[in-house]
Each structure stands twice: as structure tokens, then as C-alpha cells.
T-cell receptor, first 112, second 112 residues
């Protein structure tokens, strides 16, 4: 089955700096890659996603890149703010009612 | 719309007791999922239901059973609870074959 590896497990950055979280996946048939943000004590919520026919997607301060050949994808957060502090999960899916496999999560701390 | 709801929010069980976690969604979604979340382990899929009338095992199905009662409801049952099942349980749903998963608020379960 699919295996998603995510790193780093923890990340501390100064407010205003950029943060990068990287994930690799094992199943070349995976074609949908979402990122979720989970604040302390809350439920995970989708922040951005990318499909395999796209190499990059951006939404304000958040961007995701996908390298299908290398089977890795990354989340980039620019101009980080304290409210970006949370746990971020990457995931991979083959779509078409297939199950979603999550990475172990990255705890991001933005230091004011 | 209430979105995805879960009951109960908290539960303490003794080893060997049984219980059912309830999940319901009012968004007319086809696919529903049960995850458990443990520190350092990310979100691990227990069972999922691609559509009404079907269920499939995920990564960690042992010790659990599920029922897709109708399109709205997907329940998770622990027949004989064990301390290893102490976790936070999330239910989620997807509107179509792929896309954003909408998570419920979670159930924090402790097995003594």
C-alpha cells in the first residue's frame, strides 16, 4: 500500500521567515495530494491541495509543489505569522473512492 | 449545515467494555472514514466506506468494526476495548470520489 513520509517532525521559525515541509510517497498511482492544518485541540482542515497534472499551486502565502518523477511534494509558507503555529499533515490518494494515507505530521512553531 | 458530527466527545472505558462511536454528516457525501490519531503517529485509517453499503479495512482495523447505516451515518464499534485503543478518533467524509475531507470534532477515548 501507499506509504507517505513527512519531515521534519518539528519546525521552529521566526515570525516573517519561510517554512518548508517535505513529503515523499511510494505509490506512483497516487494523484491527489492534500495538506491539512490542525490547531491544538481542533479538527484537521484542508489548507491546499494539488493534483498530479499540476506542478505547483499557490494560495496567498501558501504554496505546494509536486515532483511526480521523484515522488515528492512540499508545502511552502511565506511570511509566517504566529497563527500559522499548528500541526501540518500531508497526504496522498489515488482518488476514485480510494483511501487517503497521511504523513505523521509536522509541528510548526512560529516565534514572535 | 452541521457538517460532520461525532458523539460522544469524551469517553472513559474499562478494559473489556464495548462501545460505539457515532458519526453523521448532513452534506450528502458519499465516502466516510474513521481515523485514529496518536502522538507521533499522524492520522491512521481504521475503516472507510466508499459509498453506502460498502466498507473496507484501512491500516489499523484490528479490534474495530464499522457499520454504514445509511448515507448519513457511519459508526465505529469497539467490541472489547483495550488500553492500546486509547486515542482520539476522527470521522471524516468526502463529497465525491476524491477531494477535501471534512472532519468531525473528534472523540477522545481513554481505556483504563
Amino acid at each position: 500500500g501507499e506509504n507517505v513520509e513527512q519531515h521534519p517532525s518539528t519546525l521552529s521559525v521566526q515570525e516573517g521567515d519561510s517554512a518548508v515541509i517535505k513529503c515523499t510517497y511510494s505509490d506512483s498511482a497516487s494523484n491527489y495530494f492534500p495538506w491539512y492544518k490542525q490547531e491544538l485541540g481542533k479538527r484537521p482542515q484542508l489548507i491546499i491541495d494539488i493534483r498530479s497534472n499540476v506542478g505547483e499551486k499557490k494560495d496567498q502565502r501558501i504554496a505546494v509543489t509536486l515532483n511526480k518523477t521523484a515522488k515528492h511534494f512540499s508545502l511552502h509558507i511565506t511570511e509566517t505569522q504566529p497563527e500559522d503555529s499548528a500541526v501540518y499533515f500531508c497526504a496522498a490518494s489515488k482518488g476514485s473512492y480510494q483511501k487517503v494515507t497521511f504523513g505523521i505530521g509536522t509541528k510548526l512553531q512560529v516565534i514572535p | 449545515n452541521a457538517g460532520v458530527t461525532q458523539t460522544p466527545k469524551f469517553q472513559v472505558l474499562k478494559t473489556g467494555q464495548s462501545m460505539t462511536l457515532q458519526c453523521a454528516q448532513d452534506m450528502n457525501h458519499n465516502s466516510m472514514y474513521w481515523y485514529r490519531q496518536d502522538p507521533g503517529m499522524g492520522l491512521r485509517l481504521i475503516y472507510y466506506s466508499a459509498s453506502e453499503g460498502t466498507t473496507d479495512k484501512g491500516e489499523v482495523p484490528n479490534g474495530y468494526n464499522v457499520s454504514r447505516l445509511n448515507k448519513r451515518e457511519f459508526s465505529l464499534r469497539l467490541e472489547s476495548a483495550a488500553p492500546s485503543q486509547t486515542s482520539v478518533y476522527f470521522c471524516a467524509s468526502i463529497p465525491t470520489s476524491e477531494g477535501e475531507q471534512f472532519f468531525g470534532p473528534g472523540t477522545r477515548l481513554t481505556v483504563l
